[in-house]
């Protein structure tokens, strides 16, 4: 397993700034993600965060509005910017080493107000 | 578009019953799959993985993966109030590494 710690675990942004979101794992992973995940729903995958590149964006998620770094293997951010109230959710990062489980930090709840 | 169906609930099951969760795939060429719980509040924890046809057992919770039929299932023995929570399960994507999660199955457990 990995030990995953995200941070802040939560914040209260006014519309149109942006929030960075930190994710710090205690051991070398292979794969890091940026999910999303709405009240009462299921975890919509915006991002695998790529070590050394750019980030492999999913469907509806592009580089401008949610901008990635994963300067190492242990380390990754999301931010969340040009906030609006629909931007509104828990954000989730998880690790991965290889194709097997993932595991995840306890998610950052951001309200846009 | 590779999907994990879940019926999402609410499933109520009494305490000391068998409370057994279903989900089904459309990627064939999945070859593992997890089962999460999730509290309410909480971030996601891993309960069961499973990469080969048949039972894989952990305590309480035994898991089962039918790839011919697409499904994998989680039951739960002997039901605790404190097994209430949303379950989640998620399908590797042949060919990437990173997974796809089905809807979640809230799940009550009655005293």
């Known amino acids: 397993s990995a030990v995953i710690s995200q941070k802040p675990s939560r914040d209260i942004c006014q519309r149109g700034t942006s929030l960075t979101i930190q994710c710090q794992v205690d051991s070398q992973v292979t794969m890091m993600f940026w999910y999303r995940q709405q009240p009462g729903q299921s975890l919509t995958l915006i991002a695998t965060a790529n070590q050394g590149s750019e980030a492999t964006y999913e469907s509806g998620f592009v580089i401008d509005k949610f901008p990635i770094s994963r300067p190492n293997l242990t380390f990754s951010t999301l931010t969340v910017s040009n906030m609006s109230p629909e931007d509104s959710s828990i954000y989730l990062c998880s690790a991965q080493r290889g194709n097997t489980e993932a595991f995840f930090g306890q998610g950052t709840r951001l309200t846009v107000v | 578009q590779k999907e994990v169906e879940q019926n999402s609930g609410p499933l109520s099951v009494p305490e000391g019953a068998i409370a057994s969760l279903n989900c089904t795939y459309s990627?064939?060429?999945?070859?593992?799959f997890f089962w999460y719980r999730q509290y309410s509040g909480k971030s996601p924890e891993l309960i069961m993985s499973?990469?080969?046809?048949g039972d894989k057992e952990d305590g309480r919770f035994t898991a089962q993966l039918n790839k011919a039929s697409q499904y994998v299932s989680l039951l739960i023995r002997d039901s605790q109030p404190s097994d209430s929570a949303t379950y989640l399960c998620a399908g590797g994507v042949q060919g990437a590494q990173k997974l796809v999660f089905g809807q979640g199955t809230r799940l009550t457990i009655n005293p």
């Open positions: 499973i990469y080969s046809n």
């Open positions: 990627d064939r060429g999945s070859q593992s």
